[in-house]
């Protein structure tokens, strides 16, 4: 695993993202993760803590440098940088390893069936209703507001726009 968080070094970076290079470290941590056991001990006392450490670093770093150089600061932002990689690996080696049994009730289930189902129609209308939401409303993207409230809306619009699609005749077979 270490070998896969040390595959987004800066040297690589610089050559490999620009031909869609820089995300093959999550296919290595991703593979990794999936089919080889990590220890509790693990998780709990390297991964999660590392984890907690890119949130921060991500967050604060930005703050920070942001006010000293008086604009946005990038040197932390970017999913292939340190902070990110290792924040995401917390997450999802998180989401792997919880026990999700109580989701096997009835109406739950039925809940994460349907949304699960619409998840590829999410993906292909999300853009469009996040085109409408900032070109109309003339939102800025960029502004705390639209990350809170915004990622949120355009999701469940999407959401609700694929399930209403899916319920009229003839364009249910085209909408996944």
């Not at 939102?139 to 355009?154: C, F, I, K, Y």
Request: proline letters at 3%; a positive charge.
């Amino acid at each position: 695993m270490l070998a896969a968080i040390t595959f987004f070094s800066e040297s690589f970076l610089q050559h490999a993202s620009n031909r869609g290079g820089g995300y093959c470290g999550y296919l290595f941590l991703g593979y990794y993760i999936t089919h080889y056991n990590i220890p509790k001990k693990i998780r709990t006392r390297m991964i999660y803590p590392l984890g907690a450490f890119g949130l921060l670093l991500r967050y604060v770093g930005t703050l920070v440098e942001s006010f000293h150089i008086e604009a946005v600061g990038r040197t932390f932002s970017g999913y292939e940088r340190f902070p990110c990689v290792v924040f995401s690996v917390a997450v999802f080696v998180w989401f792997w390893y919880h026990d999700w049994s109580f989701l096997n009730s009835g109406k739950k289930k039925h809940f994460l069936r349907v949304v699960s189902g619409a998840s590829f129609g999410v993906y292909l209308t999300h853009f469009y209703i996040l085109r409408y939401f900032v070109d109309t409303l003339q939102l800025d993207m960029q502004s705390w507001q639209w990350r809170v409230w915004g990622v949120p809306a355009v999701y469940l619009s999407s959401l609700i726009i694929t399930l209403a699609l899916k319920r009229v005749p003839g364009i249910n077979k085209l909408v996944p």
